[in-house]
């Protein structure tokens, strides 16, 4: 009798995979959507969650393995290997910082080298702990900090807990032109700054302001940046926005942009505004995914929304990236190692 209702037992547990299935192929489908169909409503927010499919993906060619289920099997194989290759980067590098680069970092922060620690951190409207972002900029050595949401107390409160002792050079963006997106933006530097600019290019969300920094032999220029989220019914401001930064590409500098960018490498948008001309740290680095988002909650963060971007042969690379939890916050700082040559 139990060789009878085995079958039936695995039978319907195979349909409830065969349901899953099509959901993980219908996800992977929107995510293959070209980027003039990406800002349907919903699509942005379901393509966030492509990275997760590994694990539904991975259960399903277990099972279906062990059940015996060719046909399953050999569409979850498929799907596996598509969601690979569309993520191969975060397996296999393809550009990371020297080792010499890691322990220069590591021991101090100094701005004699070619290296430097840079993090970026999205305040949740100055709720952020001032204390700690200055305690993790100093366990870290970081010399180029991004702050995004700020607000004028936020600032107050930094610079109460010490952060322009570490980092004195600095620059905050204005308020945003014509949509509040969480505030202003700031740069902070151990480093002089130099073409400073609170406004670089015009952006109905938060300004970005943008500073030159030289870093060993290359001047690199910062930007940071924080472009709308593509809630409902604001899916044309994000686009738009992606469509600012997207248009650096059209200057001859080195470029480091920092921030919440409200995309992952998965939206085609952000695959569109790398273009020819950036690159996704995350992306190149081969360490994995850093999930940013959300973070301070009861659930784990399962989105990559903040990024480290940077020119492509430009004599930058970004890697070495991890992620630190701030209270006060619902994203977590990322921060990373900028080599130049």
Sequence with gaps: MKKQRKPARHGFLSFILWIVMLAVLALLAIRALPSSYSEGQAIPELVSFVPLLFIPLLVILLLSGLWHRRVLMTVCVFALAVTTVWHYGYFIPTSQVSDSAVSNVEASASTDDSAARIMTLNTYNGSASAEEIVSLVKEYNVEVLCLEELTTDMVSELTAAGLNDVLPYYVISEG????????????????????????????????????????????????????????????????????????????????????????TWDHARFRELLGDTFVDAGEQSGQGFHMTYPSGGDLPSFIEIDHFVYSKDSGIVVSDLQTETVSGTDHKALIGILETS
């Design 176 to 263: 945003a032109s014509e949509i509040n997106n969480g505030g202003r933006n700031g740069i902070w530097s151990a480093e002089p700054m130099s073409n400073v600019s609170d406004n670089l290019l015009p952006i109905n969300t938060s300004s970005m302001p943008a500073a030159d920094i030289v870093i060993g032999n290359t001047t690199v220029r910062v930007v940071a940046v924080h472009p709308n989220s593509p809630v409902r019914g604001a899916e044309d401001e994000w686009s738009a926005g992606l469509s600012v930064i997207q248009s650096l590409s059209g200057y001859d500098h080195a470029y480091l942009i920092c921030g919440d960018f409200n995309s």
